[in-house]
């Protein structure tokens, strides 16, 4: 299948930055969208940003100006780079991703949607 390993997440203060990776790994046939998602206590998840592999970004307005997602596409691989973190920022990111995988028999499974085990990122005031 589609495994996604995620990396970077720490404790920061306000203000400060933090860059998370996530790489895509398995019997890959296609990724399709890839971004990050985050689930702080007490709330839904929600979709933070994401990236088609064309480059297309979108942002949760909350984020927007701060983070910036990117990916490379020779290397499966999603970035997002957090600047002037903010408290409120503070949450369990998950990388998340469009995508399919060859069946070891052969053949193509349809895409289906794929998470990391996630990140903790702290931001202290």
């Known amino acids: 299948q589609v495994q996604l390993v995620e990396s970077g997440g720490g404790l920061v203060q306000a203000g400060g930055s933090l860059r998370l990776s996530c790489a895509a790994s398995?019997?890959?046939?296609?990724?399709?969208?890839m971004g990050w998602y985050r689930q702080s206590p007490g709330k839904q998840r929600e979709l933070v940003a994401a990236?088609?592999?064309?480059?297309?970004?979108n942002y949760t307005d909350s984020v927007k100006g701060r983070f910036t997602i990117s990916r490379d596409n020779t290397k499966n691989t999603v970035y997002l780079q957090m600047n002037s973190l903010k408290p409120e920022d503070t949450a369990v990111y998950y990388c998340?991703?469009?995508?399919?995988?060859?069946?070891?028999?052969?053949?193509?499974?349809?895409?289906?949607?794929?998470w990391g085990q996630g990140t903790q990122v702290t931001v202290s005031s």
């Open positions: 998340w991703c469009v995508g399919s995988y060859y069946y070891s028999t052969g053949g193509v499974a349809e895409e289906s949607d794929y």
């Open positions: 398995g019997s890959i046939f296609s990724i399709n969208t």
């Open positions: 990236i088609s592999t064309g480059g297309r970004s």
